[in-house]
């Protein structure tokens, strides 16, 4: 396991620095424009062109790293980032910052499909989960150490593009000081949709699954916990639990996933999380304590759905055709973090707050019948026996 670790410490190593960045940068825009005086739905709009360059990143991005390689890919995303969020501090417009989260959007999907490629590359599968366990533990450690930058300055001033730039420019140094040579592109294969869904369409539900639930939980969670009457101290409580119980829960499930089949692992999550949802959702006014602990057990559980899903379909898939999945992978979850909130928020408006989580729960109901009906029609990926 630590021989597996150090292979890939470096590119997990770069990602932490570029969550950290990247942390801080999401934050701070959103609030850098209220203090701006620009509306809500005018604010969205930069959020949702962020939204709308990751999913172009998903598109292109496997023909970007075939062409340039990973350690070069991973400079030039780099150096995007970099003059995207210099640039920040030009000029404070709707369009013109809509303009540069489109590109920031862009870059990022990049940097996590060379990432998650790479480790699927060069990690073992009987490992896979472990592995992928600690790179989620990381990325989250630092994406919400970068939010807390945004306590250094004042956010009206200029210092919290330069940290953020200060990241995306100095990323880039642990993947070069990787030993030995990246894993290979070379010979890398496209995959249509179709090609995707036949190499594991458990993987495919379960990207789109998390992607529905972790934006619409992450972003309407606050609201929800406003109108069943918690104050500042309270969301901030309940926010917290979601990522605590992501860090507890997140290497011991992708541990259980390096067992046997791995779509076992994700029926215990996606049966975890139904519960949990269900309980949230039926339950109007629970206690501090409870709602605390619900929402770390939801987060623990929700949140394992993608890494154990990326690690399932590398088990089905050729090393040629690993950057071509995992970007395929992105941009279905993508997907579900589109629709998720539009959805989520329509059914809280129509039918209270708890129905956050009631559509969580549906939808995640869906995809534990939908795994358990594929695991009596195909065996596990050869080699997952247990």
């Excluded at 620009?38 to 496997?62: E, N, R």
């Excluded at 990690?123 to 896979?128: E, G, I, M």
């Excluded at 519960?275 to 602990?293: E, H, R």
């Amino acid at each position: 396991m630590i021989a597996a670790l150090l292979s890939v410490a470096g590119v997990v190593l770069g990602i932490a620095v570029v969550a950290v960045g990247h942390g801080l940068l999401t934050v701070f825009v959103s609030v850098r424009l209220n203090l701006e005086g620009f509306s809500g739905p005018m604010i969205g709009v930069v959020v949702a062109a962020h939204s709308v360059g990751f999913l172009v990143g998903c598109l292109v991005a496997g023909r970007i790293i075939a062409r340039l390689g990973a350690i070069k890919s991973f400079a030039s995303y780099g150096a995007l980032m970099t003059a995207a969020t210099l640039a920040f501090a030009l000029q404070v417009d709707i369009a013109f910052w809509s303009g540069l989260r489109f590109l920031t959007g862009f870059a990022v999907a990049g940097f996590f499909v060379i990432a998650e490629g790479w480790l699927n590359i060069a990690t073992p599968n009987a490992l896979r989960g472990r592995v992928f366990g600690v790179y989620m533990i990381t990325n989250k450690i630092a994406h919400g150490g970068g939010q807390l930058l945004l306590a250094v300055a004042d956010p009206m001033g200029l210092v919290h593009f330069m940290i953020s730039a200060v990241c995306f420019a100095f990323c880039f140094l642990p993947v070069a000081a990787v030993r030995g040579e990246a894993p290979s592109t070379e010979g890398a294969k496209s995959m249509n949709p179709a090609e995707l869904w036949r190499a594991s369409p458990v993987a495919v539900i379960a990207c789109l699954v998390a992607g529905f639930n972790n934006t619409s939980v992450v972003g309407l969670g606050p609201v929800y916990a406003a109108r069943i009457g918690l104050g500042t101290g309270e969301i901030a409580l309940f926010a917290a639990a979601l990522q605590f119980g992501n860090v507890l829960l997140q290497y011991p499930l992708g541990r259980l996933s390096d067992v046997g089949d791995r779509r076992r692992a994700l029926l215990v999550a996606a049966g975890g999380t139904t519960l949990f949802a269900f309980l949230l959702a039926l339950w109007p006014t629970p206690s501090l304590a409870w709602l605390a602990l619900f929402s770390a057990l939801y987060g623990g559980l929700s949140f394992t759905f993608y890494p154990i899903a990326l690690a399932h379909a590398a088990d089905r898939v050729t090393p040629e055709q690993m950057v071509a999945t995992t970007s395929g992978l992105m941009l279905v979850w993508g997907t579900g973090s589109m629709i998720g909130p539009i959805i989520s928020a329509s059914v809280m408006e129509r039918f209270g707050p708890g129905a956050l989580f009631g559509a969580v729960a549906t939808v995640t109901a869906g995809l534990v019948l939908f795994t358990f009906g594929r695991m009596k029609r195909r065996p596990p990926a050869e080699g997952r026996l247990g």
